[in-house]
C-alpha cells in the first residue's frame, strides 16, 4: 500500500509558555489538496513552518514518502525536503526575468525545456524576458507557481497565496493553479482562513482551533455534518 506523501505525527510546538499547535496529525496522499482551515491565529501557519524546516516543533514526527525528515532529535534542512513553498508576497526576485526566476535553483542540460514547459502550462510563455514589476498580481502568481514546480517537489505547501489578488482574478487563477499542481501529481496542503476557498479546492478540509484539528473531511461532510457550533458558525450564518 502506497504510503501517504505527507504524514504529521503529533505535531506540538509551544510559544512563550502558550501551545501554539497541539498534537496535530493529518496525511497528504499523492495528487490530493487538503486546506487547513481556522481562523487568524489558529496555529496553520505555524504547522506550514514546521512542515518546511523553518520552524522546530516541540515533540512529534514529520514522514515524506514513509522517510522520517524531521522530529525532536534529526531534521533535514529545508532544501533537502523536497518541499515547494508559496506565500502571498509571491517574493519573486526584482532583478531577474521571469524565466531567470522559474530557472532559479535549478541546474543540469534541460533547465530551459523545464522553464519552458511550466511557463508554457501557466500561460506566460510570452513573458519570458519580461520582470516582475512589468507583470500584474496575477501573472507573478504564475510565475511564482512556475518557480515553485520547477524542481519537481514532492508536497508543495500555500500560505494564503490568493488574497493578494483581487476578487474578480481569484477564483480564475485559483482554479488555474489547482489543474496545473494536479497535472503534476504533487501532494498540496493550502492554509486559508476563507470556508469558500477551502470548499472550492480541497479534496479533504483539516478544520483548526485553538491549535488542534477538531475536525477532518471532505468538503461536503464537513460543511453538511459539523463536529459542532463553532464549526458550524465558520461555514454559514
Not at 522517510?67 to 533535514?76: Q, W
Not at 530551459?112 to 502550462?121: F, M, N, Y
Amino acid at each position: 500500500m502506497q504510503p501517504p506523501r505527507l504524514e504529521i505525527k503529533n505535531i506540538v510546538k509551544d510559544f512563550g509558555g502558550r501551545r501554539v499547535v497541539d498534537d496535530v496529525n493529518l496525511t497528504v496522499m499523492p495528487g490530493q489538496v487538503t486546506c487547513l482551515l481556522g481562523p487568524s491565529g489558529c496555529g496553520k501557519s505555524t504547522t506550514l513552518r514546521i512542515i518546511a524546516g523553518v520552524e522546530g516543533q516541540d515533540a512529534g514526527e514529520i514522514h515524506v514518502d514513509g522517510k522520517l525528515v524531521c522530529d525532536t532529535a534529526m531534521s533535514l534542512p529545508p532544501e533537502q525536503r523536497n518541499i515547494g513553498l508559496m506565500f502571498q508576497d509571491f517574493a519573486l526576485f526584482p532583478h531577474l526575468t521571469v524565466a531567470q526566476n522559474v530557472a532559479f535553483g535549478l541546474a543540469g542540460r534541460k533547465v530551459t525545456d523545464r522553464v519552458h514547459e511550466l511557463l508554457a502550462k501557466v500561460g506566460m510563455a510570452s513573458h519570458l524576458d519580461d520582470y516582475p514589476h512589468q507583470l500584474s498580481g496575477g501573472e507573478q502568481q504564475r510565475v511564482a507557481l512556475a518557480r515553485a514546480l520547477a524542481p519537481r517537489p514532492r508536497i508543495m505547501l500555500m500560505d494564503e497565496p490568493f488574497s493578494g489578488l483581487d476578487d474578480r482574478l481569484r477564483d480564475d487563477i485559483r482554479d488555474e493553479t489547482l489543474e496545473v499542481l494536479k497535472s503534476e501529481g504533487t501532494a498540496v496542503l493550502l492554509v486559508t482562513h476563507e470556508p469558500g476557498e477551502a470548499m472550492r479546492m480541497a479534496d479533504e478540509i483539516a478544520l483548526m482551533r485553538n491549535g488542534k484539528i477538531v475536525q477532518r473531511g471532505t468538503p461536503y461532510n464537513i460543511y453538511n455534518a459539523p463536529a459542532d457550533i463553532e464549526a458550524a458558525a465558520f461555514f454559514s450564518d
